[in-house]
């Protein structure tokens, strides 16, 4: 069984019905006393899901969440401690690890057939939106960055594609371009990271994207990997993987690899299982994005 928090009536009222859903509760403090559960899940305002892990952990639940987790490097650090203290887990939705096309790109990295890599080129934009997305997202305090919000999927699935830590921000920056109505809202982002291995990262994660193509550009999410021994590149809408060694004179497109639907999910309830997840994303993981998201965009302000 589970029970349904809402704060605020209007998205109860125009949302929740349509998914066959009531709130049970109209304030989430209400819900964490009046609930008896294992699992809460959480999907507020970015700027309120940190306090509401911490309220949680503290109370013995697990916890699951849309991205970003938290919006500030202290909240993090008290979800660390809980979690670490409390043996509790904290899953993530990020979901681009599941995708066919980035287990199959993994794949080919993890074969060798492309060699060590050493640049990692992404293009992440997506569709500003603005007359539609929710009013809060323009509101001071309550989204916490562009970086924090759309660069942890990058920053969760790089690792795990190549094997490589990151191993050092070399640079980060936000600035307002779009969104001209709401100047504090930085809606363009670009980072440069450093691997483990020496190996280079360059990342655009701007709200640029055309708004009437939506998250249907041919570039959304698209990442090119270039090793010692050849290329790999693979976008979300595309219809493959596209390999290149140094022996071939055509490039070649790796299809059929199934994805993994759901898979953030499987993982989180591996870990309450006690089992190793089979997609990898541990609450170490999750933790290690967020981390790694809060100190991209803090080095951008």
Not at 58 to 81: F, M, N, W, Y
Not at 131 to 149: C, K, M, Q, S, V
């Amino acid at each position: 069984s589970s029970d349904v928090c809402s704060s605020d009536l209007n998205i109860a009222a125009s949302l929740m019905p349509a998914k066959g859903l009531t709130p049970d509760f109209d304030s989430f403090e209400k819900f964490l006393a009046g609930t008896d559960c294992t699992v809460i899940a959480l999907g507020d305002i970015y700027g309120k899901r940190g306090a509401q892990a911490i309220a949680s952990l503290k109370a013995g639940r697990h916890v699951i969440a849309d991205k970003p987790l938290c919006t500030s490097l202290a909240e993090l650090e008290q979800i660390e401690s809980l979690a670490r203290e409390k043996h509790l887990h904290v899953g993530l939705m990020l979901d681009l690890r599941d995708h066919a096309n980035w287990i199959a790109l993994r794949e080919v990295v993890r074969s060798g057939r492309i060699g060590e890599i050493q640049t990692v080129c992404f293009a992440g934009q997506h569709p500003l939106l603005r007359a539609t997305r929710p009013a809060w997202y323009f509101e001071p305090g309550h989204h916490g960055g562009t970086l924090n919000d759309i660069a942890i999927h990058a920053v969760d699935f790089i690792p795990w594609l190549t094997g490589l830590s990151i191993e050092r921000i070399e640079a980060a920056r936000t600035w307002n371009a779009k969104a001209t109505d709401t100047p504090h809202f930085c809606d363009c982002a670009q980072l440069m990271l450093r691997l483990s291995n020496g190996g280079g990262v360059l990342g655009d994660v701007s709200y640029l994207a055309p708004d009437a193509c939506g998250y249907g550009i041919p570039n959304y999410w698209r990442v090119t990997l270039h090793g010692t021994r050849g290329m790999a590149e693979t976008s979300f809408n595309a219809s493959g993987v596209t390999v290149a060694d140094d022996s071939s004179k055509e490039f070649a497109t790796i299809t059929g690899t199934p994805g993994r639907p759901g898979g953030y999910l499987d993982d989180f309830l591996s870990c309450l299982r006690g089992e190793s997840p089979s997609g990898g994303l541990d609450t170490a993981a999750c933790l290690a994005a967020s981390r790694l998201a809060l100190e991209l965009q803090a080095a951008a302000e």
